[in-house]
């Protein structure tokens, strides 16, 4: 199909195919033109009022090619956002429920601890690669081990009070997991691009039966080539494992960095010396 030929092209290669898809519609309503005045034996005399109709028409159409860039641009940027803001999202998550870890016996917090930090260094991998079988066979086995290790804390978390508390922040982690494997699929609807690129076509077929002169046509190519410019950060942004433009993922980094400046000993700072005073008190 057509889309997927698309879908295949680089970055780069997008922008070039766009700006070459509207050059070559251009110079097909050139030739059109060129073709009419042939048949005419050349005594075109176009009134001020069929000139002004046909600025009108060639206005309407780029207004509407505008208005067509600016929804799908809108669209590709929305869902990068939601990319970006599910990373803080999840990265949240498993800081909550690392620092809720810390509240068990152990080894249930041990354990939660490093099976954690192993979810968080393999989530970074993920998303650089979302395609990679390894990274997403190693995400869901340590997914399993993490609900394993919840489960087997359950009498430790109910007997802290906490059932509830940490069975909600990992069914969280978890529900963010599936979120952020949508994301990286979604893309911008194939219809969408196909109509985008015929209606550049169209366009550019106005462009080129109606603009006429050196000055004219030098217009027309800066027209198409930022246009083609445009195109291709909407490709970029629409593809979050290819592209440049990928989701930022700041937010997993410092967690991770948190991590492992924090292990589980780290947060038994004040309960030994509250258990060495409580031993002198009872001498």
Not at 159 to 164: D, E, F, I, K, Q
């Amino acid at each position: 199909m057509l889309t997927d030929w698309l879908a295949s092209l680089s970055i780069v290669m997008t922008g070039v195919v766009t700006f070459a898809v509207m050059l070559a519609a251009a110079v097909a309503g050139r030739f059109l033109r060129l073709a009419q005045i042939r048949r005419s034996g050349g005594g075109i005399q176009e009134s001020g009022e069929s000139v002004a109709q046909e600025g009108y028409l060639l206005g309407a159409a780029l207004g509407l090619l505008g208005l067509l860039l600016a929804f799908t641009f809108g669209m590709v940027l929305n869902r990068y956002e939601a990319r970006r803001a599910l990373a803080t999202q999840e990265a949240n998550a498993i800081g909550t429920s690392y620092l809720r870890a810390q509240l068990l016996d152990e080894p249930h917090r041990s354990r939660l601890s490093r099976l954690l930090v192993a979810y968080t260094e393999n989530r970074m991998k993920l998303a650089s690669d979302a395609e990679d079988a390894r990274f997403l066979a190693v995400n869901d086995r340590l997914l399993t081990e993490i609900w394993s290790a919840v489960a087997a804390a359950r009498e430790s978390a109910l007997a802290h009070g906490l059932s509830t508390a940490v069975l909600m922040t990992y069914n969280e982690v978890i529900d963010l997991d599936t979120e952020r494997k949508l994301a990286w699929d979604l893309r911008t609807p194939a219809e969408v691009l196909l109509l985008l690129l015929v209606y550049l076509a169209v366009t550019a077929a106005v462009v080129g039966h109606s603009v006429d002169g050196p000055r004219g046509k030098r217009s027309a190519l800066v027209l198409f080539a930022l246009i083609a410019l445009s195109i291709t950060v909407m490709a970029d942004l629409n593809r979050p494992m290819s592209g440049r433009a990928r989701e930022s993922q700041q937010a997993m980094r410092m967690l991770l960095a948190s991590l492992k400046a924090q292990p589980p000993a780290a947060f038994d700072k004040f309960s030994a010396p509250q258990s060495a005073a409580g031993t002198n008190d009872a001498h």
